[in-house]
Nanobody, 125 residues
């Protein structure tokens, strides 16, 4: 049974940092693209960052330069280091995994087959 379990969310102040983790189990994910998406109350789920099997990374413009995605294939874990957090970063953050043929599809949530339950990030101003 495939599982993605996020952790690391919490309440921080604007300007602080957080590192989210996503532990995958149930199959080998080293060949999968791993992505982070987020959803704020009343808004649609949006792309945050993704990393391919070959460690190519892509970021939403809103987080570029502040967030860093990485992966440890030995642990089947993907990370999202979030620095200089802003109140508008507050959301539930979801980890996703998918075997995606085209790089352009990696920013699309529908390209991902497996999802975690989410971890909440709250940023106070």
């Amino acid at each position: 049974q495939v599982q993605l379990v996020e952790s690391g969310g919490g309440l921080v102040q604007a300007g602080d940092s957080l590192r989210l983790s996503c532990a995958a189990s149930g199959r080998t994910f080293s060949s999968a693209a791993m992505g982070w998406f987020r959803q704020a109350p009343g808004k649609e789920r949006e792309f945050v960052a993704t990393i391919s099997w070959s460690d190519s990374t892509y970021y939403a413009d809103s987080v570029k330069g502040r967030f860093t995605i990485s992966r440890d294939n030995a642990k089947d874990t993907v990370y999202l280091q979030m620095n200089s957090l802003k109140p508008e970063d507050a959301a539930v953050y979801y980890c996703a995994a998918g075997w995606i043929a085209f790089a352009s599809a990696m920013i699309n949530s529908r390209s991902y087959a497996f999802w975690g339950q989410g971890t909440q990030v709250i940023v106070s101003s």
